[in-house]
């Protein structure tokens, strides 16, 4: 899954732990199918 950005103010790539960077990105998955984002745009297809 290729999704980045910025998440509760701290950026999805530069997440070390690799738990916490799969825990960062369904958080920004959700925040931005919230938003009405297609889900296609956000995983970047």
């Not at 825990?23 to 297809?45: H, Q, T, W």
Request: glycine share 6%; proline share 4%; aromatic share 0%.
């Amino acid at each position: 899954m290729k999704v980045t950005g910025v998440v509760c103010g701290v950026r999805v790539e530069a997440v070390e732990d690799p738990l916490m960077r799969e825990i960062r990105r369904l958080d920004k998955l959700v925040d931005e199918l919230a938003r009405g984002r297609p889900i296609d745009k956000v995983l970047r297809s």
